[in-house]
Nanobody, 126 residues
């Protein structure tokens, strides 16, 4: 199974990006799929996940109202639309997927995900 994240780049404060995550050997409908990020000198943190069984998204408080996770079932792609970018959003963004369902209370924990993409850099300049 391989996940491939793409779409990162250098943008100005207030700008927008759309990250994509493609999977080979895995169908995103099997379990939750999400995005995490890691800024320099910081631990990896939860950003957004989707419970693919219910279709319900979950967001970190810091990105609510600005980030949107979505899925294209036909193309087996997951997206993260990022708007109103702030300097604190600068990080490497990773997509992650789990091979089976899990209780919602654990869905935001990085440790429950089986597969990880290589990451895509998002840099926000002021």
């Amino acid at each position: 199974v391989q996940l491939q994240a793409s779409g990162g780049g250098l943008v100005q404060t207030g700008g927008s990006l759309r990250l994509s995550c493609a999977a080979s050997g895995h169908t995103f409908s099997s379990g939750p799929v999400g995005w995490f990020r890691q800024a320099p000198g910081k631990e990896r943190e939860f950003v957004a996940v989707m419970d693919t069984w219910s279709g319900r998204p979950y967001y970190a408080d810091s990105v609510k109202g600005r980030f949107t996770i979505s899925r294209d079932k036909e193309k087996n792609l997951v997206y993260l639309a990022i708007n109103s970018l702030k300097s604190e959003d600068t990080a490497v963004y990773y997509c992650a997927a789990r091979s089976r369902r899990i209780v919602v209370s654990s869905i935001t924990q990085a440790g429950v995900y089986d597969y990880w993409g290589q990451g895509t850099q998002v840099t926000v300049s002021s």
